[in-house]
């Protein structure tokens, strides 16, 4: 079996206390997740131990709710450590990565029980992304401020109407509960626990380190940054959420315009106003901001996710990217890959070959994978 193994740097046997930060993943998880929190936390535990002497350091251990092998996004299998009895465990940190298999696992009695009781026990949680919704059905999230991916944040509010879902935020704080909105942002949310701990320098020299990529917020944003804030018009909130709607489907300003019963002239004055965009900017970043998602997680063609998404065809989708992007869209879905990947690439796996396996226990100071062999 081909393995893909790493471990965090021995801990010191000094009189430094360890903080233990607990990585919960479930199928599906986003690779870029783990990777991303583990680096975090495993360059700022070096670090600490070289400069920062008397300083807490850091532990992770990857868990799942039965523990044993789970597959990423990417097919590199994680191999993981069972959730420890609720009255037996010294996390002082939960993180719940992002991942497809959160929608399956929050049904869960078990791990609902066994987060409301580490909540009681642990100084924060965080989740990212569908992490949020494992969360929220543990209500730890119950009439606090949070956030998720805004195309899950209908569903979040459907299903749990008791959280104050903040739209615009890309991650939130309330009472020691964090929540990212996007895949991949574990890694911000490692970098916020850091500077929580050891200060805004510590924090900076680890991101310098890693040379976090600051891609996420020096990109043009495709999506309108002001769509769903407050406004006084509940016409255009409407209107908003109609064009969310129907965006795969050949709808023009005055089909929006007739749904609120507003002529075509002051509905575009009134929305420029409350939101910033004009309606065809909004709705063409609308889609625009789909066609990005078809593209980092899906393998369908450029057309095919063009005529999904409202668009005329691959054509017209590529002159738009280089117009607001200035990259094409196949460009766009390598460098996403490469970034999910974060540098980790499996090797090709024949029809005969199991998927490379990634483990590691900073608290055993041993790989996991020495038992499977």
Not at 25 to 37: H, K, P, R, S, W
Request: proline letters at 4%; charged letters at 20%.
């Amino acid at each position: 079996m081909e393995q893909m193994s790493f471990k965090l740097p021995a801990l010191s046997e000094s009189t430094r206390t360890i903080r233990h930060i607990g990585i919960i993943v479930f199928e599906g998880v986003i690779l870029a997740d783990v990777i991303g929190a583990a680096d975090v936390f495993g360059v700022g535990d070096r670090l600490i131990s070289s400069v920062f002497a008397g300083q807490s350091g850091y532990a992770i251990s990857l868990l799942s709710l039965n523990g044993g092998i789970i597959r990423s996004s990417t097919c590199v299998q994680i191999m993981t450590l069972p959730l420890p009895p609720h009255d037996n465990h010294n996390f002082d940190t939960i993180l719940i990565a992002s991942g497809t298999g959160n929608f399956d696992a929050y049904r869960d009695p078990g791990l609902v029980g066994w987060l409301q009781d580490a909540n009681a026990n642990v100084r924060r949680i965080g989740a990212v992304c569908t992490g949020v919704f494992v969360m929220a059905a543990a209500g730890l999230l119950d009439q606090k401020r949070a956030t998720t991916h805004w195309a899950l944040q209908d569903k979040l509010i459907r299903e749990f109407p008791q959280i104050k879902v903040e739209r615009d935020a890309s991650t939130t704080e309330d009472d020691g509960i964090f929540t990212a909105s996007d895949v991949g942002m574990a890694t911000d949310l490692a970098l916020t626990f850091l500077e929580d701990d050891l200060g805004s320098s510590v924090a900076k020299r680890v991101a310098e380190s890693l040379q976090v990529t600051q891609r996420r917020r020096e990109q043009i944003p495709v999506r309108p940054t002001k769509i769903t804030e407050p406004v006084s018009c509940t016409k255009i909130q409407q209107a908003s959420r109609w064009f969310v709607e129907h965006m795969a489907e050949a709808i023009s300003i005055i089909d929006a315009a007739n749904y609120v019963s507003m002529s075509e002239r002051n509905f575009q004055r009134q929305f420029k106003r409350e939101t910033g965009w004009t309606p065809h900017e909004f709705l063409l970043h609308l889609r625009l901001d789909a066609v990005r998602q078809q593209l980092a997680r899906t393998d369908l063609r450029v057309d095919k996710i063009a005529r999904r998404c409202g668009f005329l065809n691959g054509e017209h989708v590529s002159k738009l990217f280089r117009k607001h992007l200035q990259i094409s869209p196949i460009e766009y879905r390598r460098n996403e890959r490469n970034a999910q990947n974060q540098a980790i690439e499996p090797p090709p796996v024949s029809t005969n070959a199991q998927a490379p396996i990634l483990v590691f226990d900073a608290v055993a100071k041993n790989t996991l994978a020495d038992g499977l062999i």
